[in-house]
């Protein structure tokens, strides 16, 4: 089993939608949780931490189940300009961050 | 801020040559790290540093150096170049403190062993 699993996708939405993704972490000692956007080619860029209260940055809201393992992202009102892969991500400890392979989004006209 | 730099962008060696994989940062942060990223493998990590002198090894160590004498830079050693070692390398930095602080990541170097 991997560390951190992602559904693949693609998503495919059109603009205007609101998509969620989840993602699935099995080190029950985590301790800090994120969510990285990759643009195709391109580095992975933070996108948020995410809190166990949840927490929410605009049109992205973030939250994370300690007990069941599992971390969402909620986009609201997608933009054609979200699409990308979102790569959910576990720090397991001591510098150690745990990637999940990504899951891809495409946001149509 | 430059952020995180890396150099160089992209590079083909042949199987057996070794080559020098440049990161610097001018952030101050004492955290650094080497991620490989393969197609539907994710990042993985394969050298760290949480520190000037102080560098631990990752999942996937084998096959490359690191070292740290300075803070700003964190370079990664090819020693002998395969072409399982294809792939894409980020270099991320963080500052210390809670954990929840972000890696910062640098372009990435392409390399592509023939």
């Known amino acids: 089993r991997k560390e951190v699993e992602q559904d693949p996708g693609p998503f495919n939405v059109p603009e205007g939608a609101t998509v969620a993704f989840n993602c699935t972490y099995s080190n029950s000692a985590s301790q800090s949780f994120f969510w990285y956007r990759q643009d195709c080619r391109k580095e992975p860029k933070l996108l948020m931490s995410v809190y166990s209260s949840g927490n929410e940055d605009g049109r992205f809201t973030a939250q994370l189940n300690r007990a069941s393992q599992y971390i969402s992202l909620l986009i609201r009102d997608s933009k054609l300009s979200d699409s990308a892969t979102y790569l959910c991500v576990v720090n397991t400890g001591f510098q150690k961050l745990v990637f999940g392979t990504g899951t891809r989004l495409l946001v149509s006209p | 801020n430059a952020g995180v730099t890396q150099t160089p962008k992209f590079q083909v060696l042949k199987t057996g040559q070794s080559m020098t994989l440049q990161c610097a940062q001018d952030?101050?942060?004492?955290?650094m790290s080497w991620y490989r990223q393969d197609p539907g493998m994710g990042l993985r990590l394969i050298h760290y540093?949480?520190?000037?002198?102080?560098?631990d090894q990752g999942e996937v160590p084998n096959g490359y150096n690191v070292s740290r004498s300075t803070t700003e830079d964190f370079p990664l050693r090819l020693l002998s170049a395969a072409p399982s070692q294809t792939s894409v390398y980020f270099c991320?930095?963080?500052?210390?403190?809670?954990?929840?602080?972000?890696?910062?990541f640098g372009s990435g170097t392409r390399l592509t062993v023939v």
């Open positions: 952030m101050n942060h004492e955290y």
């Open positions: 540093s949480v520190g000037a002198g102080i560098t």
């Open positions: 991320a930095s963080r500052r210390t403190g809670v954990s929840n602080y972000g890696y910062t």
